[in-house]
Each structure stands twice: as C-alpha cells, then as structure tokens.
C-alpha cells in the first residue's frame, strides 16, 4: 500500500525512492509489527482477562504447569493483527505469492481462532473437532498448492531441490508437487502447533525460522544472487521477505509478554498459522528439506509423540515421560526457563545449518 504511495510521491520528491528497496521495506515492516505489538499487546491482554478466555491445564501434566491456569490465552490474535497490518502497509501488493501467504495464513488462523473459541468460551475441552480442524487445514493446503502449480512460470518453481547437490532438481508434476505442499503446509503448522507448551518455546524459533527463510526468499528473488548460489531463482519470491520481516518483529513484541512467566499465551490462532506461513514460504522458495532442518525443534517435538503414541498402542509402554519431548525434561527435573533457552540454541544452530547449505552446494 505504502510502496503505491511511494511510487506516486517520488516523482515529486525523489527521497521517496528509497522505499523501492525491498530490504527498506522489510526493516521498517518489522519495525511496525513490532511497534504494533507492543503498543496494543498491554490493551488486549487487559481485554482478554475480561473476557476471562483463561487457559485450561491438564492435571495429568507437569506439576508446575498448574499455576499457569487461567492465564489468558488466543494471545497469537496479536501476532497476526501485527503481520497483516505490516505487511499490508509495506508489501508489494501486486505480488501473488504475498497473497497466497497472507490467505494460508489467514486461513488457518482462522481455523485455530474456532477451535481456540470453543475451548475457552464454550468450555469445550475437545475444541474443533479433529476431521474438521483436519478438513478446513487440508482445503487451504490444498488449494495453495494446486495455486503455485498452475500459476508457476518456469520449471523451477515446481521442481525438488536437495540442499548440498547443485546440479540436483527434480520435477515433480502436479500430483507430487501438490502433495508434498500439503504436507509441509500441514505438517509445518501442527508441528509448531505441537511445541507451542512453554512460555516462549514456540515463537522464538518461528521467528528465527522466519528470518532465515526471509533471506531465502531474498536471494532467491534476486536472479544474480540465485544463479551464483546455485539455488532455485523464484522470480517475485523477494518479496516474502518483507513477511517475514512482519513475522519476525511482531513474534519479538508478542515474545515481550509471552515470556516466562507468561502474560498470554498464544493458543492454536498463533500456532497454526505461523506453522503454516512457514511451511508456504519454504514451497514457494524451493527449501522444504531446508525447513525440515532449521525446524529440528518442531520436527523432534512432533516426532516424539509420534513414537509415543505408536510405542504405547504396540507395546503398552512409553518411550518418554511425556510427549510433546518439552514435557519429557521437566519431568526429568529440568527448569521450565532452562528448556526453553535449550532448545532456543539448538534452533540457532540448526538456523545456521541450514543458512550453511546455501553456499555448500
């Protein structure tokens, strides 16, 4: 919208040319999420104590959870109002792939906003029920990728790119294409879904997740940068990098009053649409194995409850103390602060291997 503005105004005053530089606009979109976080967080907390949307806690969980009850939750309505208002003002409007971000991630915020709802104002302990939360997931999915697949321009945008082999691209054709978009899409946002259990767990690593993938995004746009990297050039892709500038800023603002001891928490609303703007983006960029690694964190949470589950209903025994994997070490004793800030460096290392495969092709 401001980029338009731009556009018009610096013909009469040339300052205004600045605004054409996407890293600009990225800065200053992260800047006004931010902004917007900080400056509406404190109201809307105060209104969602009001509305007494407190948190319900499991008796069957970590001890120590049990004083977090009645905390405020569907905090992630902030993280989103912060991202769209953000990326609305400072996006290139005229671009496609910023539109179908900002509809998947509407869509499945949209999605945890119902199930969030029913859980904390009807008192419904079950939420959406599962085959619906899975059905309304599965059409955005879905319908994002037959999307990019009709509309792509030239092959690499639906082709399979392994990190580490430069010469390495597959292509996929639609049924593939399409189902692997629905599953990264999906799997991503119930991945973060999965971590999303301790104060701050969850948002720092979608936020330097996001920030890495906005550098993909970058390079990936620019063709110069692309070609000499070895990596898919996306033609239009730069742009995600003023999203996910948004994301990052205002995952810092929400972070300010998610961190422990929680003022909100940020409920399936936040969860499921960051998981499922990143898992987008990382389709739309050509670096779904890249994502599946600077993602450890989602990954290993989300893969532990799949062997819980499996382990219990094959052999009737657990292989952790309890799943999601978070749960496993504060039962073993460890501070809820010391696995949060543990399995935030274990992101920034996974971060950097993945940043890494950029160059190591």
């Avoid at 893969?303 to 292989?319: D, E, N, P």
């Amino acid at each position: 919208m401001l980029l338009w503005l731009a556009e018009v105004l610096q013909q009469h005053v040339s300052t205004f040319a600045v605004f054409n530089y996407l890293t600009v606009r990225a800065i200053l979109a992260a800047l006004t999420a931010l902004g917007t976080s900080l400056i509406v967080g404190p109201r809307m907390i105060t209104w969602l104590n009001q509305l007494q949307v407190g948190q319900a806690v499991r008796d069957d969980g970590p001890q120590t959870h049990l004083s977090k009850s009645g905390t405020p939750t569907m905090g992630g309505t902030l993280i989103l109002a912060s991202i769209f208002s953000s990326a609305l003002l400072w996006s290139d409007l005229s671009n496609r792939y910023v539109w179908v971000t900002l509809i998947v991630t509407f869509i499945f915020g949209a999605v945890g906003f119902v199930d969030d709802y029913k859980k904390v104002v009807h008192k419904n302990p079950r939420g959406l029920i599962a085959r619906w939360k899975y059905f309304w997931q599965s059409i955005a999915g879905l319908g994002a990728a037959i999307y990019l697949f009709m509309s792509a321009t030239s092959p690499a945008e639906t082709q399979f790119f392994v990190p580490f082999f430069k010469d390495v691209a597959i292509d996929l054709g639609p049924a593939f294409f399409i189902l692997l978009t629905y599953f990264v899409v999906v799997g991503s946002s119930n991945a973060v879904n999965l971590t999303d259990g301790l104060d701050g767990l969850a948002i720092m690593p979608t936020v330097m997740v996001g920030g890495a993938l906005g550098v993909i995004a970058y390079l990936a746009g620019h063709v110069e940068f692309a070609n000499y990297l070895h990596i898919p050039s996306i033609p239009g892709a730069g742009e995600l990098a003023v999203f996910c500038a948004a994301l990052g800023g205002a995952g810092l603002g929400f972070l300010w009053f998610n961190t422990y001891p929680a003022q909100v928490f940020m409920g399936d609303v936040g969860a499921l649409a960051l998981g499922a703007a990143l898992g987008i983006i990382a389709v739309i960029t050509r670096h779904e194995i890249v994502l599946f690694i600077m993602g450890g964190v989602f990954v290993m949470e989300t893969v532990s409850v799949i062997l819980q589950v499996a382990s219990f209903k094959l052999t009737g025994k657990r292989i952790f103390r309890m799943a999601p994997l978070h749960h496993h070490f504060e039962l073993k004793g460890w501070p809820e602060p010391r696995v949060i800030v543990r399995f935030w460096i274990i992101t920034v290392v996974l971060v950097l291997a993945g940043l890494a495969t950029l160059k190591l092709r």
